[in-house]
């Protein structure tokens, strides 16, 4: 996991640089939250978008086998990040222009089956990843944070977080948004009592507070390919 910080830090300087020449001042107009993409197959019915720098030139499919699906976003003007499962483990790489993506790193490989991995940005250098641990009929939420000057955090568990198991045909995926500041909000289908979500926020510089269950206000059985409850911010 520390290596593919160190990878991050080959590519400083250019980093560095999208991140004091290119982007927007405070005060300058953008966007308060990121989009999440993917390239690969997955349970979507139509392709994702491709994923474009700030000059709308292409960035490249990441390094993902054959079948896995990545989530990528936009982590500064030209760089990237892309997080997938490889291997049963939650996996990253680091795109920066004119380096492009750095060699496929876990970013942890302790015992268990991670899934249903998503990705979000500010696009200024602070990303964060949410993954899905199980371990026989035991389900949590893992988490990994990213800042452009130190790399991947150690992942740990997000505290409190009970998400529903997948059943066939439906993942229930974490959904996350992150404004400009790199403050999260999180939501998921809690596994604890039907008809209920959970959420957590994470505070740059503070960490997450514990997951917290509320009542959908209208709740209906999951569709097959359904991903999740709608994110109430």
Known sequence: M?????CCLLVACGLAACRDAKLPQAGAERSATATM??????????????????????IPAPPVPAQALAQTVRAADEAALAVWVQDGHATASFYA??????????LETIHGQASDPQLVSNGQGKAMAVWRHTVGNIQSLRFSHFDADAGWSLPDVLPGALP?????????????QMDAQGNVTAQWASGLTPGEVQTSRYIE??????????????????SPGRRGPSLLL
């Open 2 to 6: 520390r290596t593919l910080g160190a």
């Open 37 to 58: 993409g993917g390239y690969g197959p997955g349970p979507k019915t139509t392709a994702p978008a491709p994923l474009t720098d700030v000059h709308g030139q292409p």
């Open 97 to 106: 222009r004119g380096f492009g993506w750095t060699a496929p790193q876990p």
């Open 164 to 176: 529903r198991a997948d059943a066939a045909g439906v993942h229930d995926a974490p959904r996350l």
């Open 205 to 222: 510089g503070r960490g997450w507070s514990r997951a917290l269950s509320e009542r959908v206000a209208s709740a209906s059985p999951a």
